[in-house]
């Protein structure tokens, strides 16, 4: 089955630590995409790309870092620099066209203590 | 920048109808609606394109004033299942291919 795959569900993590989230697809999607879901801020645009070793910022994306090597992959580190990365985060893909629907993970919630 | 939701929350008894609005300060591509259950991944409504049309199934439909920059969902006859948080997405201005959401409305659909 084609999808798009989040891991872990949960993460528990130090202050200070660095995190990384994991996004896998199998969509053959060129597009994916990082949002972090808090409550009454809707979801936010981390970071996007639009193809491989290519990604573009988004509206918060201070604290945060991203690669694309592989098209399937996009993984997201949580770094030392975001101040409060306790969040559910959601990553998504989806064909470059104004006409078709992204495509959401189950999404990772992170807990930093 | 995010587009801008209106109301934050509806609370309906079912049966009864609601809108819900989407604005954005630039020009769109497209707008995107979708629908969470909490602690669950977004699903897909429907997407509208430039040009004021209007698309619906079963009884949920949109519309998109391209020149207004807005969009509005229409939901009639609520059911339970349509209790969740509706978020609209802009992809548009000079950032084609960058998937923009609003911050959600909360629908709460009572018996």
Known sequence: DGGITQSPKYLFRKEGQ?????????????????YRQDPGQGLRLIYYSQIVNDFQKGDIAEGYS?????????PLTVTSAQKNPTAFYLCASSIIDPNTEAFFGQGTRLTVV | ?????????????EGE????????SKAL??????????????????????????????????????????SSLYLTASQLSYSGTYFCGTDGGTSY?????GQGTILTVHP
């Open chain 2, 17 to 24: 109808d609601a809108v819900i609005n989407c604005s954005s």
């Open chain 2, 29 to 70: 591509y497209s707008v995107h609606w979708y629908r969470q259950k909490h602690g669950e991944a977004p699903v897909f409504l429907m997407i509208l394109l430039k040009g004021g049309e209007q698309k619906g199934h079963d009884k949920i439909s949109a519309s998109f004033n391209e020149k207004k920059q807005q």
């Open chain 1, 18 to 34: 660095n995190v990384t989230l994991s996004c896998e697809q199998n969509l053959n999607h060129d597009a994916m995409y990082w």
């Open chain 2, 97 to 101: 291919g960058k998937l923009t959401f």
């Open chain 2, 1 to 13: 920048q995010q587009p801008v939701q209106s109301p934050q929350a509806v609370i309906l008894r």
């Open chain 1, 66 to 74: 991203v690669s694309r090597e592989k098209k399937e992959s996009f």
